[in-house]
């Protein structure tokens, strides 16, 4: 009996290794409220890192882990996202050209690897699928990250949670199409945003929808770390996720989701 229970346990162990989840992912706070994120592939201890504005935290934890640093994704050229990618260069103590820089604008810091939209690259054994996302930069990038059984979509600066980027280097037309390619992600998703700016976007959203009961709900439930949320949470209290719904039109007075998107992202500034 005793044999047996060992037989499937480690049949069942074999299995999880072959098939189930080896993507671990942590975060990591840079500058006054922004997100640095490590994705980790358990199964090959290769990893990547998003955003590392303030690298020293991150580098400890590789090295103390004895990880193998292969990526480093940008999801944007402001400073407090792609500011310390030399840093964590030379902290890391690379050659270069042996961890890639990965972007979509040729102005990144450090970028040896700038990418089309929905290239896919790898870390270890996860895929990554690089969506470009103009409008809050023009080269703006998101990453969607998958191993066998979850995915999840580091969104910079375009997709907050409840919220959404200023319009920096593009136009409403161009932001409507960005989240509703991410609206079209499996609801599943996780979303790992690129600020903490939760709470005053909620705040925002209960002025745009005054009875959305999720909403609410969300509201209730939030603690000071509001990530990760997931793409069919986004959809059912982000007002700018919401542009077809006929309540966020309603508040903007536009029926046109374009310029719905505009008018809800001027009505956020003045916020
Ligand atoms: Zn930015």
């Not at 989840?21 to 997100?35: E, G, P, Q, S, V």
């Not at 979509?153 to 959404?164: A, E, Q, R, Y």
């Not at 009875?211 to 209730?220: G, I, P, R």
């Amino acid at each position: 009996m005793f044999v047996r229970q060992q037989l499937v346990l480690k049949f069942s162990s074999l299995v999880n290794k072959l098939y189930y989840r080896t993507m671990k992912i942590r975060h990591f706070n840079a500058l006054k409220d922004n997100y640095m994120y490590l994705i980790t592939d358990d199964k090959t201890t290769e990893c990547a890192v998003v955003d590392p504005a303030e690298p020293k935290e991150l580098v400890e934890t590789i090295k103390k882990e004895g990880l193998k640093l292969t990526t480093i994704l940008t999801t944007h050229h402001h400073y407090d996202h792609a500011g310390g990618n030399n840093k964590m260069l030379e902290l890391m103590g690379a050659e270069k050209g042996q961890i890639k820089v990965v972007g979509g604008d040729e102005s990144l810091q450090g970028l040896t690897h700038p990418v089309e939209d929905n290239e896919k690259i790898q870390i270890g054994e996860l895929e990554v699928t690089c969506l470009l996302t103009p409008c809050h930069t023009a080269g703006h990038v998101c990453y969607l990250v998958t191993d066998k059984q979850q995915q999840a979509v580091f969104t910079g600066d375009t997709l907050f949670i409840g919220g959404c980027g200023k319009f920096f280097e593009g136009s409403a037309a161009q932001m409507q199409s960005s989240l509703q390619k991410l609206a079209g992600l499996d609801p599943k998703t996780l979303v790992y945003c690129g600020h903490e700016y939760t709470k005053t976007n909620l705040e925002f959203a209960a002025t745009v929808e005054p009875d959305n009961q999720d909403l609410k709900a969300k509201q209730a439930s939030l603690k000071s770390v509001t990530i990760p949320s997931t793409i069919g949470d986004e959809l059912k209290f982000n007002p700018f996720m919401r542009t077809n719904q006929k309540s966020v039109q309603a508040f903007t007075g536009k029926a046109d989701p374009i310029e719905c998107m505009g008018e809800l992202r001027e009505r956020k500034n003045k916020f």
